[in-house]
């Protein structure tokens, strides 16, 4: 253990040195969390006192694993770090100077037409040999063909202008080759999607007040945007007029994003949703107050539960009221909550009507069983035992009021009352007694007293004992 260290706001103070090769070479083509990984992981390379476990690294950046790693496996390509163990992730960042080294020789046979084509392509400067390789590594790895390379590079060309560099070039074949793209004709048919899309485009760029062209990635966005998420031109051009504020791709991808999860698809859902969403904001609001829960911002609150709530036909009123029975029973979470109406919509109660219905029903049920249990002898709350007890003794053994509050005044000053009741009716139940006359023409019940039957016992076998646990089993309320 060192002697000395440095003071945590010694460390803030200070600076973390970021290679200008790194600016000028890979940030222009390194997308948001690319370079807030690199970044972040360079600053916790020079505070070693820090917490840089993969689990901080996610929180601090607000990202997954999977991103992070994906991020870096994007730098090991472009040769600035070196990945020594995914699990648990362990990195090391490179010298970007030998970066710029080839380190592997290839034939130069094998690619002295590759080599031709790609510089003709580039007039304006002379490629270096470490672009080369960056080339030559990728085709191997990835397989594919030295022809469709060309053709992206031309594209990227086209896009970006001659001051294109091998990061970005790559970066776009790598996500075409996750696509399935390996040949030409696979470039081609690719290519030809992004030209169907012009129209699209223009009307889109329209919509968003931009000039000029799209780059790769928004194409890239309207091509997820109508084939994998399977929204029309118009549904996209309704959610822009739902944007607030400054409107940008990125902004619109977030907010199909959430129609997406929400399955709001068609322009017409999209504008009675924002109509509804006011009013959602105003249920949220209100079932708050009632639960005595505040929160600063309702989206979340609106996506994860109101939402799903009123998709199960919930009224507003019913929601209120439910969170108002959940204030007053110490429930004072959102999530708590969720269950309570998870537990209301299994018995089919929607409305505020019913619930009241139901609420009044149970009031005086636990009235009932209160008298119960005075009658025993004992003065306490109701338990949800006492509940299952009472379900079972009148919807299951059939019995009348009259007679539980008969067998528990037999129980009085009893040790264990609630189980000498069940026995009791247990014995009523088998001897066919319905009625407190008819109970009071019975000898005396011991709950200790041995039982004496007038029938033969015997042994079952195992095959006869699985027989009868198994129709045990089957046996439904009914058939009790």
Not at 181 to 196: F, G, P, Q, S
Not at 225 to 236: C, K, N, P, V
Request: net charge negative; proline share 3%.
């Amino acid at each position: 253990m060192s002697f000395a260290k440095f003071s945590s706001d010694f460390l803030m103070e200070t600076f973390t040195l970021v290679d200008n090769l790194f600016i000028n070479e890979h940030l222009p083509y390194c997308d948001e969390k690319q370079i807030k990984v690199y970044l972040y992981g360079l600053y916790l390379c020079t505070c070693p006192a820090t917490d840089n476990s993969v689990d901080a690294l996610c929180a601090r950046l607000d990202m997954t694993e999977n991103e992070i790693l994906n991020a870096y496996a994007f730098f090991e390509d472009a040769g600035l770090v070196q990945i020594l163990s995914k699990q648990p992730l362990e990195v090391k960042y490179l010298s970007l100077k030998k970066a710029m080294q080839p380190p592997k020789k290839y034939k130069s046979e094998r690619w002295n037409d590759f080599n031709l084509h790609l510089q003709h392509l580039f007039p304006e400067r002379m490629l270096t040999p470490n672009e080369y390789n960056e080339y030559y590594m990728f085709l191997e790895d990835s397989k594919l063909e030295q022809d469709a390379m060309l053709m992206i590079v031309q594209y990227c060309i086209d896009l970006k202008g001659m001051n294109v560099r091998y990061p970005y070039i790559l970066t776009v074949a790598r996500n075409w080759v996750a696509d399935g793209v390996r040949t030409a004709a696979d470039v081609e048919d690719k290519l030809n999607e992004y030209d169907k899309q012009s129209e699209q485009m223009r009307a889109l760029l329209s919509a968003l007040g931009r000039k000029g062209g799209a780059d790769l990635e928004e194409k890239q966005m309207l091509l997820k945007w109508t084939r994998s998420w399977g929204y029309e031109l118009d549904a996209i051009l309704t959610a822009i007029k739902t944007l607030k504020g400054a409107k940008s791709f990125k902004k619109l991808d977030g907010k199909l994003d959430e129609f997406y999860r929400m399955s709001i698809f068609t322009a017409e859902e999209m504008k009675d949703y924002q109509a509804h969403r006011e009013h959602l904001k105003e249920l949220a609001i209100a079932v708050n107050k009632n639960l005595g829960v505040f929160y600063e911002s309702f989206e979340h609150e609106i996506e994860v539960y109101i939402v799903p709530w009123t998709a199960k036909g919930f009224e507003d009123e019913a929601l209120k009221k439910i969170a108002h029975h959940c204030f007053i029973t110490h429930v004072r979470t959102l999530e708590a909550m969720n269950n309570v109406v998870n537990k209301f919509y299994a018995q089919g109660l929607l409305t505020a009507e019913s619930i009241d219905e139901y609420l009044h029903a149970q009031i005086e049920q636990d009235g009932k069983i209160k008298r119960i249990i005075e009658q025993s002898g004992r003065s306490r709350s109701v338990t949800p035992s006492d509940r299952e007890f009472y379900r079972i003794w009148t919807t299951l053994w059939g019995f009348e009021d009259e007679l539980i509050i008969y067998a528990a005044q037999q129980a009085v000053g009893k040790t264990y009352p609630t189980p000498y009741i069940n026995q009791l009716l247990s014995s009523y139940k088998s001897k066919g007694v319905s009625t407190v006359e008819q109970a009071k023409r019975l000898p005396e019940f011991s709950a200790d007293a041995p039982h004496k039957a007038n029938f033969e016992e015997r042994e079952y076998s195992q095959e006869e004992l699985h027989s009868i646990v198994t129709s045990i089993d089957s046996l439904s309320d009914a058939d009790i």
